[in-house]
C-alpha cells in the first residue's frame, strides 16, 4: 500500500480514512431507510474498506514483530 503511482483510489486511503468511511458506511446500513440495491452497494462497500483496514493493521502487526527481533541497541 505504499505504491500510490499503481494504486487504486481505495487503495491511497490511509486507515484513519478507512475506518472512518466503514463507520459512516455503518451507520447507514443501521439507520435503514435504503433500497436493497443501496443497502448491497454498502455492504460491498464496507467490505472492501474492511479489507484496506485489515492490510493497515497487518502491516503495522508485521512491522512491530520485526522491530521485536531486533537486537536491543
Not at 435503514?32 to 443501496?38: D, I, K, P, V, Y
Not at 462497500?45 to 520485526?66: F, K, M, N, T
Amino acid at each position: 500500500m505504499t505504491d500510490d503511482t499503481k494504486a487504486g483510489p481505495d487503495e491511497r486511503l490511509n486507515y484513519e480514512q478507512a475506518r472512518a468511511e466503514l463507520a459512516s458506511v455503518v451507520e447507514r446500513l443501521e439507520a435503514g431507510g435504503t433500497s436493497l440495491e443501496e443497502s448491497l452497494a454498502l455492504w460491498e462497500r464496507g467490505e472492501a474498506l474492511a479489507v484496506i483496514c485489515q492490510r493497515w493493521l497487518d502491516g503495522a502487526r508485521a512491522r512491530i514483530e520485526a522491530a521485536r527481533q531486533e537486537p536491543a541497541a
